[in-house]
């Protein structure tokens, strides 16, 4: 099975936000989240996925709180807030923009 | 909402990053032990399995450490690294940095050591109770009050709750607690009502009151010389001391802070007014007394004038004056405002003068960064495509400023007391001791704090929006001219001749003072006061002598000071030359009929013989005073050439006779001499008309007498020997203090001197900076322009026509500023030419010189460079294109 491809450089927070838009989440919640609607092609790096976290919190995109969870402990659960909903649609934006360029460029070539 | 919610967040991760801690480990192991519970359904073992959950997790530690980066808060963490990257910049470049730091030193220093004197002389109040109610009551031009006119306003005005009165200076005697000596000490005579008046409660005891008046021994002594004399004891009170020889109990001691209402003269000790003798008390004309009072809450300004006005009206009346008093009401809330009416001009026009110097070193700065900013544009471009937003560049370049304009405030700090010290210097010469405090206060710091801030925002806003502004594209063609940036960005230029306008005016300033004070200096005053001692001396007051006999006594002890080697003559008058008392009377002679309104007075001196030989004024025609000129003779008179002209006409003056005062009952008086005209009062007076009479004859101003003693070395060295000598001869004689002749002259053009000095020093300071700002536009052009130089000299241009290209294109800059800055000049001028003395505003001489020198200067600083850009070899140049 080949290795699940390395996540491109600034699309983590992309997913993440995506992933909490839908509901609020802990971390290991979000990693598998992301394996298991990209259909196991992409995987965050274990550990990469907090150092992410914790930059949108200090942004103020997300929040985070301690509730229990169905793992059977307390987990930090992270919810997107209002202004982290805005800023989805700003990276969807330029997501897009971005990826139909490289479609472009990959048709032309 | 959003920002709310960070700060919260931004502060418990700055405050509470213990907890943070944990609860990150809980998080990450969580993570972690899923992880390897996921291997172990999986059917690894238990080891393998979170061995494998680790390997793949990555480093624990290393997550934690950028979880951790990610959580510090943002802001101030990019500060610390823009200080660190600045530091480290400027240390690479240390000629720069050097240069930047030392101008905006030496600005902010100067601006902070004027601002202490301006804070300590003119902004900083009494430590009384509501100092905004005082007000200073004087006569015409702050001149000061006689005792009856005191007791007058006190009794009559509708419009203060209280007035005191105190003496126009301090005293000095040396204090003696019992037996021991404790030093010297200042002390003023006051009226009763002086603490209550201000508002002061003594620490300790009481302070003095109406009863102390007349003729009680109470003395109030100030906090410093409680801690100094007497360590702070408690048992201070009923202490007997002795100042000079009169003898005092301390009844109180004076809060912390307080030294009196005198501004730069503190006082150690308080005693009643009665220390004056009664005559000096009586006397309607004795001007030697200052009061304050306290306006009742609500009187407005104009209604204390009008009642002023009005007593200053009724007593002209009832004493008779031929021109009625004048009264002038100031503001005292800052004490006295001897100090302030003659330096607050002088201290404003040096403040501004700071100010626009402190204004070319800001300029300076920001034109070093404004050249600094072409030399980076590379490293801005680089980071602006990396994805450095413009406004993060911004700050880091602001942050650089910071660098130095810190550096420059701290080290300005440091250098602004030796500065303040030296201007109290100048002030001391003019006032006689200053001790004016010059602590760091509050006011200050922030004046310093804020200036700094404002120079670093003026100096850096606009360098670091040129240095981001890059159009990126040409600079990754490789092309380096456009690495290195356009040409010099015009507000460079427009800086450059922005410092030279403000360089000429500075220099034109000073120029004026300079050739003022040159005129004063070489001024003939009509004597000569170099090696002239001036004795104050007095009678015990127990001595009960007649006014001739008191004058026999003082002439007894010239005789003996005669006799003292090294005294070629000694003299006594009734009032100092250049010492600020005058006693001015209405003249009438024969023939001298005044038109209505034309001035009648004359100064009148009263002399001892030889005084014109000690003090080196010529006798012109007739006699000096001799012995035979006594009460029993008939009353003569010297006048000076300005007293002869005026009352004689063309006849000689010697042999007329005139009468002194009004009414036809004074005794005639004959003018035996006409002495050389000299001045009086100060140097910029027109010639004044003096009277001199025979201390024989006119006694009664010789109540103290001024010993003038003429020596062959250093006067003030023979001081000492001198009153031994005269105390040997009279025993009861007084100690009333001892100066020189010519530190009182000295002292008339103090001011002007401290102008003089101070505007070249911060003129040619200016200067200095705009060379420097010059040569480092003009390097830049030609290592800007290296390429065309060397195109222009493979093409033939001769040497010469490189440097005249180089130095003209500053030139014009130069000239242009030079041009703006006449024009500032001349509009400026006008505001100082009332501090001028016999040079024009406009002088011509000082304007073509400043703009000469200017010129001069300038164009040698634009000539270094230009030179090298002369030397340059055209093949290497090309070649490195």
């Known amino acids: 099975m080949p290795k699940p491809s390395d996540l491109l450089q600034g699309t983590l927070d992309l997913l993440i936000l995506k992933v909490l838009a839908r509901e609020a989440a802990h971390g290991w919640a979000i990693s598998k989240r992301i394996q298991l609607l990209s259909g196991d092609v992409l995987s965050v790096g274990q550990g990469s996925l907090y150092p992410a976290l914790y930059r949108l919190e200090q942004q103020g995109w997300i929040v985070a709180e301690w509730k229990d969870s169905e793992l059977g402990r307390s987990a930090k659960f992270y919810t997107l807030t209002r202004a982290g909903r805005k800023q989805l649609e700003r990276e969807l934006r330029s997501w897009e923009r971005l990826s139909s360029a490289v479609q472009l460029l990959l048709n032309q070539a | 909402m959003r920002l709310a919610r960070i700060a919260i967040h931004r502060l418990r991760s700055l405050l509470r990053s213990s907890r943070a801690e944990t609860e990150m480990q809980r998080e990450l192991t969580l993570h972690v032990e899923q992880l390897a519970r996921e291997h172990i359904s999986a059917g690894m073992s238990e080891s393998d ?587 003569v008179a010297i006048v000076n050439e300005a007293a002869a002209r005026y009352y004689f006409g063309r006849t000689d003056a010697v042999e007329q006779t005139f009468q002194i005062g009004d009414g036809s009952s004074a005794p005639q008086m004959r003018v035996v001499g006409v002495a050389q005209d000299a001045k009086y009062r100060s140097l910029k007076e027109p010639m004044p008309r003096i009277i001199y009479l025979p201390g024989l004859q006119e006694p009664g101003p010789v109540g103290a007498a001024n010993l003038a003693i003429r020596t062959v070395g250093d006067p003030e060295a023979m001081a000492d020997v001198l009153w031994r000598e005269a105390r040997s001869e009279v025993v009861a004689l007084r100690w009333r203090g001892a100066t020189t002749q010519a530190r009182l002259v000295e002292g008339t053009v103090a001011q002007d001197r401290m102008l003089a000095q101070l505007s070249g020093a911060f003129g040619l300071t200016a200067m200095a900076l705009v060379c420097l700002g010059l040569y480092g536009l003009t390097a830049y052009e030609v290592s800007r322009r290296t390429a065309e130089i060397g195109v222009r000299l493979a093409l033939g241009a001769q040497r010469a026509d490189v440097v005249r290209l180089i130095v003209g294109r500053s030139m014009i800059l130069v000239t242009s500023g030079v041009v703006v800055g006449l024009g500032g000049a001349a509009a400026l001028a006008r505001l100082v030419q009332s501090l001028l003395f016999g040079v024009r505003s406009s002088d011509a001489v000082t304007f073509v010189g400043s703009a000469t020198m200017l010129l001069t200067v300038a164009a040698a600083a634009a000539y270094w460079p230009a030179r090298r850009a002369a030397r340059l070899n055209p093949l290497a140049t090309l070649r490195a294109e």
């Not at chain 2, 510090?72 to 963490?77: A, D």
């Not at chain 2, 690479?92 to 030392?102: I, N, R």
């Not at chain 2, 009264?327 to 405002?337: H, R």
């Not at chain 2, 005058?582 to 100064?603: H, I, K, L, Y």
């Open chain 2, 49 to 635: 399995a979170y061995r494998a959950a680790r390997l793949e997790f990555g480093s624990l530690e290393a997550i934690k450490e950028q979880c951790r980066d990610m959580r510090r808060v943002t802001l101030v963490q990019d500060l610390f690294k823009d200080l660190a990257y600045a530091c480290r910049l400027f240390t690479k470049s240390p000629g720069f940095s050097l240069t930047a730091t030392l101008s905006l030193a030496l600005g902010i220093g100067a601006t902070t050591a004027i601002f202490s004197l301006v804070n300590a002389v003119l902004l900083r109040q009494l430590p009384v109770h509501q100092p905004g109610e005082l007000v200073e009551v004087s006569g015409n031009g702050g001149r000061a009050l006689s005792y009856p006119m005191y007791e007058a306003i006190r009794d009559r005005n509708e419009v203060f709750s209280g007035i005191l009165l105190t003496s126009a200076g301090r005293f000095d005697a040396s204090l003696h607690v019992g037996t021991l000596n404790a030093g010297d000490v200042h002390f003023s005579p006051v009226s009763g009502n002086y603490f209550a008046v201000l508002g002061i409660s003594p620490v300790l005891g009481r302070a003095l009151s109406e009863e102390d008046l007349p003729a009680s021994n109470a003395a109030v002594i100030s906090y410093q010389l409680w801690q100094r004399a007497f360590a702070g004891d408690q048992a201070v009170l009923g202490k007997s001391i002795r100042m000079g020889r009169s003898n005092y109990t301390v009844v109180g001691v004076a809060p912390a802070g307080f030294t009196g209402v005198l501004t730069g003269q503190s006082i150690d000790v308080w005693v009643p007014i009665t220390w004056f003798e009664q005559r000096y008390l009586r006397n309607n004309v004795a001007m030697m007394f200052r009061t304050i009072a306290r306006r009742q809450p609500g009187i407005p300004q104009e209604q204390v004038r009008a009642n002023m006005t009005l007593i200053a009206q009724q007593l002209s009346a009832a004493w008779k004056f031929e021109r009625p008093i004048q009264v002038e009401i100031a503001d005292a809330s800052g004490g006295l405002t001897l100090l302030r009416r003659r330096f607050s001009r002088p201290l404003w026009i040096l403040m501004t003068v700071v100010a626009l110097l402190l204004l070319i070193a800001t300029v300076n700065v920001a034109n070093l960064l404004l050249a600094r900013a072409g030399a980076r544009r590379r490293e801005m471009a680089v980071r602006l495509s990396l994805g450095a937003s413009r406004w993060r560049l911004i700050r880091q370049l602001l942050t650089e400023n910071f660098v130095l304009g810190g550096a420059g405030g701290a080290l300005g700090l440091l250098l602004a007391p030796l500065g303040a010290a030296s201007l109290v210097g100048f002030l001391s010469s003019a006032m006689g001791a200053m001790d004016l405090s010059l602590d760091l206060d509050v006011r200050m710091l922030a004046f310093t704090v804020a200036t700094s801030l404002i120079v670093v925002a003026l100096s850096g806003l606009a360098p670091a929006f040129a240095a981001t502004r890059l159009d990126l594209a040409p600079m990754f063609k490789g092309s380096p001219s456009a690495a290195r940036g356009h040409s010099p960005a015009r507000p460079a230029k427009l800086l450059v001749v922005a410092q030279v306008a403000i360089s000429c005016v500075l220099l034109v300033g000073a120029m004026l003072f300079a050739r003022s004070l040159r005129t004063l200096t070489t001024l003939d005053a009509g004597f000569r006061p170099e090696n002239v001692l001036l004795l104050g001396v007095g009678l015990d007051q127990g001595i009960s002598l007649s006014d001739v006999e008191r004058v026999r006594t003082y002439e007894r002890v010239l005789e003996r000071l005669t006799r003292v080697p090294g005294v070629q003559s000694a003299a006594l008058s009734s009032e100092r030359l250049f010492g600020g008392g005058t006693w001015t009377e209405p003249v009438n002679a024969r023939t001298f009929s005044p038109m209505p309104g034309q001035d009648r007075e004359a100064v009148l001196l009263v002399i001892s013989p030889r005084f014109f030989e000690t003090m080196g004024t010529r006798i012109l025609r007739g006699r000096d005073f001799e012995a035979r000129d006594d009460e029993r003779a008939a009353k």
